[in-house]
């Protein structure tokens, strides 16, 4: 797993620069890594490889907690929010490595307003051609899997009125999306080359679909989610998105995946992205559009169910989907906070990881 953290002033609640100093300074133990983002403002952990969810949420509490410490040391904040809640950087935050300086040079202006902040989680297969079948059987869960790990609601001072603004900004980039039915691995390695041969993508790593085969390790990488508050929501996401990816492989070549448009399903994770689980009566199964959010929650766990029975993961998902469900997700929470008193400092109080909050369980 990767998570993304924004670094944000102490007082003023304005992002700061550190990202590559905590970087190059930062020791977290191994298996685990920490590394400078796009933006000086953001920074990222990396897990080790992890067989199981205590293994994650181990690692995941060590490093957030670790990673605090650092930020409080140069007088930042470590902050789990998928988009800067005030402020704003432009290209003179980029950070100076020699990848982003390319992505620069073909994206431009693009690269002054994305400073976003999500989860990615690797997921191991056998082979390209496993990923592939994967991809194509987890499209349809996507908007569902968006709304439920929205995290991104508050932006410039306000209410976006987005639960995910994330994915709105994050949409910018030309192949930031849902991913098209792939027609096989060579249909995949094709539009690949296609793609970065058109310039839409540097490099195979900045095609930025929600789900797709990683370009540099045997896995399906989902990586449509906002950061999330807690470790246990980070784990959560791992646990469902290991349980699509146990399901797809267990499905018969032969039995179609589920015929969805690219511009339907587009439209569907656009909604997910504006309503997350605030609006229950706004749907985002992209199959059954009338179902409520929950509803289509409720479908994907009872999809996986087997796929989390073999994996040890059933009892903990369905703790969590409860939990969830009578806290809501972190964007309705951070909605609850700012309600009470629309300073978007007590939101930044609130999200905040700290040396002891970040070793907590919330269940």
């Not at 191994?30 to 897990?47: D, I």
């Not at 399906?220 to 492989?249: H, I, K, N």
């Not at 587009?266 to 199964?285: E, I, K, M, P, Q």
Request: with cysteine; charged share 20%; glycine share 8%.
């Amino acid at each position: 797993m990767e998570e993304e953290f924004l670094l944000l002033d102490a007082v003023t609640g304005h992002p700061v620069p550190a990202g590559p100093v905590i970087a190059s300074t930062c020791s977290v133990p191994a298996p685990m890594r920490v590394q400078a983002e796009l933006h000086t403002v953001q920074l990222e952990l990396v897990s080790g490889v992890c067989s199981g969810l205590d293994e994650l949420r181990r690692q995941l509490r060590l490093g957030r907690s670790v990673l605090a410490a650092e930020a409080a040391e140069r007088g930042c904040r470590l902050v789990p929010m998928g988009v800067l809640p005030l402020g704003h950087v432009g290209i003179e935050a980029l950070t100076p490595a020699v990848r982003y300086l390319s992505m620069l040079d073909n994206y431009r202006g693009l690269l002054d307003d994305v400073c976003t902040a999500g989860a990615h989680v690797h997921v191991g297969v056998d082979g390209v051609e496993a990923a592939v079948k994967v991809c194509n059987r987890v499209r349809q869960w996507l908007p569902t899997l968006l709304a439920l790990f929205s995290n991104s609601p508050l932006c410039n001072g306000r209410d976006t009125g987005y639960a995910s603004w994330r994915t709105v900004v994050w949409s910018r980039w030309p192949t930031a999306g849902p991913p098209p039915h792939l027609e096989g691995t060579h249909g995949y390695r094709r539009m690949i080359d296609d793609l970065v041969g058109g310039a839409a993508s540097v490099d195979p790593g900045t095609v930025y679909w929600y789900v797709r085969p990683s370009s540099c390790w045997p896995t399906v990488e989902f990586r449509f989610a906002d950061v999330s508050l807690t470790v246990e929501e980070e784990a959560l996401l791992a646990a469902l998105c290991r349980g699509l990816v146990g399901t797809a492989l267990q499905e018969p070549d032969e039995t179609p995946a589920a015929p969805l448009g690219d511009q339907y399903l587009r439209a569907a994770c656009w909604r997910a992205a504006r309503d997350g689980l605030v609006d229950s009566r706004t749907g985002t199964d992209p199959v059954v559009a009338s179902a409520e959010t929950w509803h289509a929650v409720d479908d994907l766990v009872r999809h996986v169910r087997p796929a989390l029975v073999d994996f040890g993961d059933e009892k903990f998902v369905d703790g969590m989907i409860n939990w969830l469900k009578e806290h809501g997700n972190g964007a309705s929470r951070q909605r609850r906070i700012f309600s009470v008193s629309p300073d978007i400092s007590n939101v930044i109080d609130y999200t905040a990881i700290s040396v002891t909050d970040s070793t907590v369980s919330i269940l």
